[in-house]
């Protein structure tokens, strides 16, 4: 039927065409990505999971939808322990969460458990997105197969009560305040002579309601996007920790990925994470004034009475730390935030 030159002419073509095909995104593995986050499902007043949505755009536009994202909001697949345990051992390929469960992975992490260490978040995100940040990053995920694709924020931890109005360290004691499952915060609060009670995130809002515990301490911004304002009357904006989140993926996964798609990933994952930074400040930003319209009395300390509660937790905190963490990463830390200081500031 064909000649020579026919036969080749229609198996080039054939070949051509199984090329295209074979090569054609839309014809590719899908690959799954399972992103699991502890924050209600709200685009607009949650900062996780507007991060969260914002990846799943991008990736999926990017990837033509060769890559899908399956968001799991509000602690669906878990904990934040049981979503980070879920990412080292491979079942859940990618999570945002808070520094809080990360010692128990990586202890090396509670170096950032100082209280009153950054000033600003300006401060804060020069510190830990330049070569100390990096290189923590990296330790853990040679040490644990956890890759961190980025650090977002929580923002500047505060401390709520039903009792009294908090202006002084001494205030504090007796009252039982709610913190992460993190050592360290755990000693500041003994520090500061209230008793710490680590409840789970997804459990908070409950205990408080219930009064199993008084008070507890978080940003601004999860304070209103919890409804926070319902159960607790008291604010104090001192700031205490520059709380951080992290999105973290399954290292292997990350590397059994086409490198292209890599790229996609981490890209996206910078933008995402830039995203929760901006809608976690924005949020604190409105935040004060929405709390206060919503009935809570809010106290902002001055520099005179920031430095008595820095005194009265930072040694003891750092006496802990250094049980936790080699010496290099404290001085690290100090060190970077030095330099940090000096070239924002000029101080």
């Known amino acids: 039927m064909f000649g020579r030159k026919g036969f080749f002419k229609v198996a080039s073509l054939a070949i051509a065409l199984l090329f295209v ?12 990505i399972k992103y699991a986050h502890g924050d209600p499902p709200d685009p607009i007043q949650s900062p996780a999971h507007g991060d969260a949505v914002t990846f799943k755009s991008l990736v999926e536009a990017a990837t033509n939808g060769q890559v899908k994202v399956q968001v799991y909001p509000a602690c669906q697949l878990g904990s934040e322990r049981e979503m980070l345990e879920g990412v080292k051992v491979g079942t859940i390929e990618m999570c945002n969460v808070s520094e809080g469960t990360v010692p128990g992975f990586f202890p090396e992490i509670s170096v950032l458990s100082i209280p009153y ?29 956890i890759r961190c694709l980025t650090i977002t924020e929580n923002g500047f931890r505060n401390f709520t009560n039903r009792i009294r109005p908090i202006k002084k360290p001494e205030d504090l004691k007796g009252l039982k305040i709610r913190t992460m499952e993190h050592p360290g915060h755990m000693e500041m609060v003994k520090a500061l002579g209230a008793d710490p009670t680590p409840i789970a995130w997804g459990e908070l809002y409950t ?16 304070i209103l996007t919890m409804k926070f304002y319902e159960v607790q009357k008291y604010l104090i904006m001192d700031g205490h920790i520059y709380s951080i989140d992290f999105t973290f993926m399954n290292d292997k996964f990350f590397e059994g990925l086409p490198k292209d798609v890599q790229r996609i990933v981490l890209d996206s994952a910078i933008v995402s994470g830039l995203v929760h930074r901006g809608m976690q400040q924005y949020t604190s ?27 009265a937790t930072q040694p003891k905190v750092l006496e802990w730390v250094k049980t936790q963490v080699p010496q290099k990463w404290i001085d690290y830390l100090f060190s970077e935030t030095e330099k940090a200081r000096k070239e924002l500031y000029g101080e």
């Open 207 to 222: 205990a408080l309601q219930q009064k199993v515990v008084d008070g507890q301490e978080n940003p601004v911004s999860l």
């Open 285 to 311: 930003a409105i935040g004060v004034d929405e709390l206060k319209k919503k009935g809570m009395e809010i106290y902002v300390p001055t520099p005179d009475e920031i430095d008595a509660f820095r005194q």
């Open 117 to 145: 260490l950054f000033e600003s978040a300006p401060l804060a995100w020069k510190v830990l997105d330049g070569p100390f940040g990096r290189d923590l990053m990296e330790e853990m995920r040679q040490k644990t197969g």
């Open 21 to 32: 095909a074979c090569s054609s995104p839309a014809l590719a593995k899908e690959i799954v």
